[in-house]
């Protein structure tokens, strides 16, 4: 009686970063903390970096380097081929569109509502409520 072995891969562990990504994210923060209590300047001069509309900040230019920085290395995975494959199937495909551009701005709408407008409304005042009302 022959058998045949069949080899197979281990799948992969977590990587050194993966598996302390809490430990990263706490750190970060309390360098966060630290650095604005040694230099409060600094948030003054990333506050400039950005561009206004008006007087109000649009786009924080920082904060879209390191938004582009984070998203990059998930980017260049993308096997293309399958996005092909997998928009030939209308039913999950637009499932996702109504969810993402139907339901879910109403949703996150009424919950800022929900917290800005009622359950913290006393913590940090009614003009809180004017950030998620929409311009009429």
Do not use: H, Q
């Amino acid at each position: 009686m022959e058998t045949k072995a069949c080899i197979t891969k281990e799948p992969k562990g977590l990587g050194f970063f993966e598996k302390y990504l809490t430990v990263w994210v706490i750190l970060c923060i309390a360098g966060g903390i630290l650095l604005g209590k040694i230099a409060p300047d600094i948030s003054t001069s990333l506050d400039k970096m950005a561009i206004y509309v008006g007087e109000a900040p649009v786009v924080s230019i920082p904060i879209a380097v390191c938004l582009f920085f984070m998203m990059y290395p998930i980017m260049v995975k993308i096997d293309f081929a399958e996005i092909v494959r997998a928009g030939k199937n209308a039913k999950p495909v637009g499932l996702t569109l109504i969810i993402n551009w139907l339901i879910k701005p109403f949703t996150m709408y009424a919950i800022s509502l929900f917290f800005l407008g009622w359950l913290f409304l006393e913590f940090i005042g009614p003009e809180a409520v004017d950030y998620v009302k929409i311009p009429l």
